[in-house]
């Protein structure tokens, strides 16, 4: 039987500390207010206020990582405890509450997208499926002819009498047999394979279905000044496309097989089965979710960072703090699957800066170069290298505020 514990905070007191590893439980909010922020200042964001059926420590409890934030009783406050293991059982009894929470997760997730394109990729946000034709271009520039017929069948569908529409239509017509394009539209099938490089969605365009990769791997991208930056690197097991399932938007960002690849189908049809009558599926992907909320909150704090050797330093550290359940002994190396521009991609560095990127990324001591992939001498030095690098930028953010 679900037993919920109930805990008072006197005003002023801290219910949560950013960075410390007090995540085995959140808190549901009953009665009185908390405010919370975060303590790496990042532009527009700003302080919350939440008072009763609000929630904290959601993200750092489910995905078992540090705290996100701090979060003190602006007033006295009465919560109810969630331990992690009670999380599926709360399910069970009450999937309104754990729903709120998967859709909390879904609006934090494109919050901090948005802001990453903004702050860090110095991109302003463009919903216009007009975007689809110049993502199609750029990968046709590229020579990716099964993305960019891909994406310009997706603009003349969105925009049959757009401004590029004939210019599109001469493109696909051209390309469509040089192409290898499984789907181009959705289908029933639960099961889709993908080749190598194909695109399964694009950034702004419309789309009801999430995925969850059976074997291979996806990277997420968007196309910044007419170049591809890697969001995420995903592989089996891993689910992506929830935002425009769960909320029911454009896509924020594009999904390209990386390599051969099978991934399970999830359309609000079976969805709201699955909702209804798995309350573990509904677990694993808040568990997925608070996992994808944290690493994008901690890509925004590495964007912040200003010194390209420290970003790739702490995007590294970012990679490999998000294994879990992976314990790394002192001097013990660690080799990774990442090579050196797998890392630049990540950190977002513009072409013309890559050069001395790649040099200061090889020669840095806390990294190895082994067959092309990098191998880490020390797991716990690199850690708190980053972790220095982070507060290190924040106190001269502060200084300078």
């Known amino acids: 039987m679900l037993q919920l514990s109930f805990v008072n905070f006197k005003m002023n007191s801290y219910l949560l500390v950013e960075g410390t ?12 207010k908390v405010t919370c922020y975060h303590e790496t200042k990042i532009p527009e964001t700003s302080i919350k206020i939440l008072g009763p059926g609000d929630f904290v420590g959601v ?18 406050v009465t919560a109810i405890a969630v331990r992690r293991d009670q999380y599926p059982e709360l399910i069970m009894k009450n999937t309104p509450i754990a729903m709120k929470i998967v859709r909390y997760f879904a609006r934090e997730m494109r919050v901090l997208n948005d802001l990453r394109t903004k ?25 990716y002819n099964n993305i960019a017929v ?13 401004t590029n529409a004939m210019e599109a239509k001469r493109r696909f017509m ?7 394009v499984t789907y181009f539209e959705p289908s029933d099938e639960m099961l889709r394979r993908y080749p190598a490089d194909t695109m399964i969605f694009s950034e702004c365009q419309n789309g009801p279905d999430m995925f969850i990769i059976q074997e291979g791997t996806v990277r997420i991208t968007k196309v910044v000044d007419n170049e591809e930056v890697t969001l995420a690197l995903l592989k089996k097991g891993d689910m992506f496309g929830e935002m425009a399932l769960l909320e029911d938007k454009p896509r924020s960002a594009s999904a390209i097989a990386h390599s051969d ?14 909702v209804s009558s798995q309350p573990g599926f ?25 010194e390209p050797r420290e970003r790739m330093i702490d995007m590294l550290a970012l990679q490999i703090e998000g294994q879990k359940g992976i314990s790394y002994m002192k001097g013990v190396p660690l080799q990774t699957d990442l ?32 067959n092309g992939k990098i191998n880490v001498p020390d797991v716990p030095e690199l850690l708190k290298q980053a972790a220095f690098y982070r507060k290190q930028n924040n106190r001269r953010a502060n200084e300078n505020r």
């Open 150 to 162: 891909y994406g310009y069948y997706q603009y003349l569908k969105r925009c049959p009498t757009g």
């Open 282 to 306: 509904i677990a694993r992907l808040s568990t997925m979710l608070a996992d994808r909320v944290w690493s994008m909150y901690r890509q925004l704090v590495n964007g912040m960072l200003t």
């Open 339 to 370: 090579s050196p521009q797998d890392i630049i991609n990540l950190c977002g560095i513009p072409p013309q800066n890559q050069k001395i990127a790649m040099y200061q990324l090889s020669t840095d001591q806390n990294v190895k170069i082994r």
């Open 174 to 180: 051209r390309l469509k047999p040089k192409s290898t």
């Open 21 to 32: 590893d007090t995540n085995d439980r959140f808190f549901i909010i009953q009665t009185g």
């Open 261 to 274: 690849c099978r991934v399970m189908v999830v359309n609000h049809n079976n969805f709201d089965q699955m």
């Open 59 to 76: 993200t750092a409890c489910m995905s078992g990582h540090s705290q996100m934030e701090t979060v003190i009783a602006q007033t006295d």
């Open 119 to 143: 702050i860090t990729l110095r991109k302003n946000i463009v919903d216009s499926p007009e975007e689809l034709f110049r993502i199609a271009e750029h990968y046709e520039e590229a020579g």
